[in-house]
């Protein structure tokens, strides 16, 4: 089941969040790049206890078991800022999951053109799977690595 997030189930997710981030990007990153991770998680959860659901920035989790074991995050509506799957969930579709339950939020809006992607190296083939396209060469910005991507709606 998929679900906007409360403030109840926010640190259960950012904790899978960093988890999955330590094991599958953070090997590309130095000290900075992990670093710059850990301050916006840390950044999200002070943004969320004062109330994630402005519209700026959104989060859903997807849960089994009344476990969180995927997340996907935007901000500004159509820039996806983070998607995460627990390992033991791999290669069983939870991410085109949730992207898709992303997709149908935003089909209610007829402006939306596009959804963008900063996606760690790691990530690339995910996103390419869901139909996203590289825009530009693999940048590093803070000591994070990522490829721009976007995907038409």
Same mark, same amino acid.
């Given at each position: *089941?998929?679900?906007?997030?409360?403030? /109840? /189930?926010?640190?259960?997710?950012?904790?899978?969040?960093?988890?999955? #981030?330590?094991? #599958? =990007? +953070?090997?590309?990153? @130095? %000290?900075?790049?992990?670093?710059?991770?850990?301050?916006?998680? !840390?950044?999200? $959860? %002070?943004?969320?206890?004062?109330?994630?659901?402005? @519209?700026h920035k959104k989060l859903w989790g997807y849960y089994k078991n009344n476990?969180? =074991? @995927? &997340?996907?995050?935007?901000? /500004?509506?159509?820039?996806?800022?983070? *998607? #995460? =799957? /627990?390992?033991? $969930?791999? !290669?069983?579709?939870? +991410?085109?999951?949730?992207?898709?339950?992303?997709?149908?939020?935003?089909?209610?809006?007829?402006?939306?053109?596009?959804?963008?992607?900063?996606?760690?190296?790691? +990530? &690339? @083939? &995910? $996103?390419?799977?869901?139909? #996203?396209?590289?825009t530009d060469a693999q940048q590093e910005k803070d000591g994070i690595i $990522?490829?721009? *991507?976007?995907r038409l709606l």
């Open positions: *089941m998929i679900k906007e997030i409360a403030i /109840d /189930d926010l640190e259960q997710a950012l904790s899978l969040v960093n988890r999955v #981030f330590a094991e #599958f =990007v +953070a090997v590309d990153y @130095g %000290e900075q790049g992990r670093n710059t991770f850990t301050a916006y998680l !840390k950044n999200k $959860y %002070e943004e969320a206890a004062t109330g994630l659901n402005t @519209g476990s969180i =074991v @995927g &997340v996907i995050g935007t901000r /500004d509506t159509t820039h996806i800022s983070l *998607m #995460f =799957v /627990d390992k033991k $969930y791999h !290669k069983q579709g939870i +991410a085109k999951e949730l992207f898709n339950n992303l997709l149908s939020e935003l089909s209610e809006n007829r402006e939306v053109e596009q959804i963008t992607v900063n996606s760690s190296p790691y +990530a &690339v @083939g &995910v $996103y390419e799977h869901l139909g #996203f396209v590289k $990522y490829v721009p *991507m976007s």
